[in-house]
């Protein structure tokens, strides 16, 4: 049973007429992508997933693991299937690779899985500011001795900014 298909660059495993399958999101950029229509690559998990999901207690079908896999594997192959350019998830996948699969939530909520430790990290700054749990995630992962290169470090910087350039601050942690 196939639970994760892929879309992006022209192609895409689905189509347009597996909406009970894809859900209508997930058919139409399908679709989208077989019509050369400009679309950023991703994948979708199949509305039998969302299913179980719900029938069973909130936990995914076991079966999903090869599944974690294509999806790890496709964020190393194309970073861009997290976030976009000068974002700090897609840095993260083209510095880190597989290591490490990252998404940015809302109200500065951070998640992580460190898949070359089997963990996940959840880190979320009190007033909601992304450059501070940016900030911190770097702290993590320094900690835990992750390589931090240059074009990820600019995102786990100190300094703060004001709209002209100047250092009008700077950003700490405290571990607890």
């Known amino acids: 049973m196939k639970y994760v298909y892929l879309f ?3 192609a895409a495993d689905g189509t347009a007429k597996m909406k009970n399958t894809l859900g209508g999101k997930g058919a139409n950029l399908a679709e989208m992508n077989h019509l050369g229509i400009p679309v950023p690559p ?6 039998e997933v969302c299913s179980y999901y719900y029938d069973n207690d909130k ?10 896999r294509l999806i790890a594997n496709a964020i190393c192959k194309e970073p861009f299937f997290i976030a976009g350019d000068n974002r700090i ?3 993260i996948a083209e510095t880190l690779g597989n290591k490490i699969t990252p998404k940015m939530g809302a109200e500065a909520v951070y998640f992580c899985s460190l ?10 700054c009190r007033d909601g500011s992304r450059r501070a749990v940016e ?33 009008v601050g700077s950003k700490s942690i405290k571990l607890l």
């Open 8 to 10: 992006g660059n022209g």
């Open 115 to 124: 898949n070359d430790l089997g963990l996940g990290l959840v880190l979320k």
């Open 135 to 167: 900030y911190a995630l770097g702290q993590v992962l320094k900690l835990l001795n992750y390589k931090i290169s240059k074009k990820l470090a600019k995102h786990f910087n100190s300094e703060i900014y004001n709209l002209s350039g100047d250092i």
């Open 59 to 68: 936990k995914l079908p076991d079966s999903l693991r090869n599944g974690k």
């Open 42 to 47: 991703g994948f979708t998990i199949t509305t």
């Open 89 to 91: 998830c897609t840095a």
